[in-house]
Nanobody, 130 residues
């Protein structure tokens, strides 16, 4: 499975961005999809994930209520709508795919574990200026 993330950029605090991640080369419906981010000097952290039927989980507390993950199965694409962005949201954002028949992440707190994701995109930089 190949993942291509896009949509990052430079935005002022309070602004919005929508990240996209398109998948190819696999049966998209069998993959649990997630977004992670990594800021300079920090560990990668879980942002959100979404199951094929649409069930979602969210990670970083600061993103709850501001970020929304969604997926378009027909387009084999997931999105991360980010509103009211803050400087601390500055990071490289990665999309990832976990083969769910094996990983069984739907509805599970384990969906936040990066080690359970099988494929990763190249990352897209989000920079929020104050």
């Amino acid at each position: 499975v190949q993942l291509q993330a896009s949509g990052g950029g430079l935005v002022q605090a309070g602004g919005s961005l929508r990240l996209s991640c398109s998948a190819s080369g696999g049966a998209f419906s069998q993959y649990h999809m997630g977004w992670f981010r990594q800021a300079p000097g920090k560990e990668r952290e879980f942002v959100a994930s979404i199951a094929w039927p649409g069930g979602t989980t969210y990670g970083v507390d600061s993103a709850k209520g501001r970020f929304t993950i969604s997926r378009d199965n027909a387009k084999e694409t997931i999105y991360l709508q980010m509103n009211t962005l803050k400087p601390e949201d500055t990071a490289v954002y990665y999309c990832a795919a976990a083969f769910d028949p094996i990983r069984n992440l739907q509805g599970s707190r384990r969906s936040g574990l990066s080690s359970l994701y099988d494929y990763w995109g190249q990352g897209t930089q989000v920079t929020v200026s104050s």
